[in-house]
């Protein structure tokens, strides 16, 4: 079962641009660290996934060892591991996450 829940992540990961495992929804986030990171994210104006680990416990446990870290949210991006809520919030501060956001060639939002 666990080999099936790394590959599930994988698929899902490898799925998106920007993707973010976290505790609720973007529209309804369920802890202080998923809504600054979802925060982050619409202030960079970027299109992103989402997954609710709430929502199936093997997904909760497995994404911690499929990063290897222990904390939930978790940001991807282009399936590379960014970090958790206080790595998105210093790097959007110094002006990296934007700047990864543009290497890695994701685009804004269209308004």
């Known amino acids: 079962m666990n080999d099936?829940?790394?590959?599930?992540?994988?698929?899902?990961?490898?799925a998106h641009e920007v993707l973010l495992f976290m505790k609720?929804?973007?529209?309804?986030?369920?802890?202080g660290f998923s809504s600054r990171a979802i925060a982050?994210?619409?202030?960079?104006?970027?299109?992103?996934?989402?997954?609710d680990v709430l929502q199936d416990q093997?997904?909760?446990?497995?994404?911690?060892?499929?990063?290897?870290?222990?904390?939930?949210p978790q940001l991807y991006v282009k399936?590379?591991?960014v970090g958790g809520?206080?790595?998105?919030m210093e790097m959007y501060e110094s002006g990296e996450l934007a700047e990864l956001m543009q290497k890695s060639g994701v685009a804004a939002k269209v308004a």
């Not at 809520?85 to 998105?88: C, E, G, H």
Request: glycine fraction near 12%; charge should be negative.
């Open 4 to 14: 099936d829940v790394q590959a599930r992540i994988a698929d899902t990961v490898n």
């Open 24 to 31: 609720g929804s973007p529209l309804f986030p369920q802890c």
């Open 40 to 51: 982050i994210l619409e202030h960079l104006g970027v299109e992103y996934g989402s997954v």
């Open 58 to 72: 093997g997904i909760r446990q497995g994404i911690k060892q499929f990063s290897d870290w222990p904390t939930i």
């Open 79 to 81: 399936g590379e591991f």
């Open 85 to 88: 809520s206080d790595i998105m």
